[in-house]
């Protein structure tokens, strides 16, 4: 079954495989890269990151050398900030501890900072030709139709089962091509909910297929709903610059956000609020619109003030910026519509606010 299983897909595969910048080459570096930013992430948004990234910082010590904010900066509007600090501490790391070089088996290639399963079946596969899977959503997919896994892919077991599986299908030559075959399969051909199977390679390998229950495989973990957050982002201005800080917390870490207080409330008792949470003399709050922002865990329904404050000087932990240094910052697609109101009153233009509910994640 396995050489015939991957006969079929890389056959597919060659005639059918999108020419992608990542693809056809031996670059560990540009493999991490590139599979740390595909992460949930769709391949056109991935594109132009790709390209920017990669030009800025061409190899693993220019990386390492950079500080985290710029960084951050150009990973801006990718969502998941937290790849990009991973990754960045990986760089690190390979200079400090690998001489500069990504090591080759994946045992070694997880220890590095951000490098989990994946992303090491990935480089090891890819760049170094080693007979590993790369078990991603779309692989878990494909594995759990064609070999019928009926059992829930949240549970440890059957992931370890998954992966078991996935590693037989790996043939020795090609194993790269073949683990982002499985991939390109998952994501076009064999998608969630009703697969197009008659389009596919190894239909006729497919146990679930034959079974008659593709659109009910994978079972998949029942996931919590995401939890509203209502906020009041307050847009505090002295003179010509206004109040932000950088994110300490684990969500949205290193990025740079406005007030927010938790909660919606009567806009007269904000003043009041500003000066309990910040010790700023902020004037009545002018309502400058509504703002959602979906995460994968929780939506964030803000409600924007703007209001100025008597202080010149910001409060331990905060700063006082212009819109010019605004933009020099990373900041989080969530306060995109605050940001572009602060553009449009500094700067008197340029304030393309984003309405809809947008999806970002932490
Ligand atoms: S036959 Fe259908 S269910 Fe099986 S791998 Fe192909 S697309 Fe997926």
């Not at 501890?97 to 596969?125: H, M």
């Amino acid at each position: 079954m396995p050489d015939i299983f991957s006969d079929l897909l890389l056959s597919w595969y060659d005639a059918h495989a999108r020419a992608l910048p990542w693809r056809g080459i031996h670059n560990a570096y540009h493999t991490w890269v590139s599979e740390t930013m595909l992460q949930q992430t769709r391949v056109e948004t991935v594109l132009s990151y790709y390209e920017r990234f990669l030009s800025r910082f061409p190899t693993v010590e220019a990386l390492a050398d950079a500080p985290e904010d710029e960084v951050l900066k150009l990973w801006e509007g990718l969502g998941y900030y937290r790849r990009a600090a991973n990754l960045h501490r990986g760089a690190q790391q390979v200079m400090a501890e690998y001489g500069g070089e990504l090591p080759q088996s994946v045992d070694t290639l997880k220890k590095i900072s951000g490098i989990g399963e994946y992303t090491a079946g990935a480089i090891a596969s890819i760049a170094f030709d080693q007979q590993v899977p790369a078990v991603d959503g779309n692989v878990i997919r494909v594995v759990s139709r064609v070999r019928g896994i009926r059992e829930n892919v949240g549970v440890p077991s059957v992931r370890r089962r998954l992966q078991r599986e996935a590693a037989a299908l790996v043939p020795k030559t090609r194993p790269g091509d073949f683990n982002q075959a499985m991939m390109d399969l998952g994501a076009t051909v064999c998608v969630p909910g009703t697969p197009s199977c008659e389009g596919c390679p190894v239909a006729a390998l497919c146990d679930a297929y034959h079974a008659g229950d593709a659109e009910d495989l994978p079972e998949l973990p029942r996931k919590n709903p995401p939890r509203n957050i209502d906020y009041d982002l307050c847009l505090l201005f002295s003179g010509n610059r206004v109040l932000m800080r950088q994110r300490t917390e684990r969500m949205l870490q290193g990025l740079w956000v406005f007030p927010m207080l938790e909660e919606h409330h009567a806009p007269g008792r904000l003043p009041g609020l500003v000066r309990r949470a910040l010790g700023l003399t902020a004037s009545v709050p002018e309502a400058a619109g509504e703002s959602r922002h979906v995460f994968t865990h929780q939506v964030w329904r803000m409600r924007i003030y703007l209001m100025h404050v008597k202080e010149e000087t910001a409060p331990e932990g905060w700063r006082f910026v212009t819109a010019e240094e605004m933009d020099a910052l990373a900041l989080p697609t969530a306060v995109e519509k605050a940001a572009a109101i602060v553009r449009e009153k500094l700067k008197g233009g340029n304030a393309h606010a984003q309405n809809g509910p947008r999806t970002e994640n932490p």
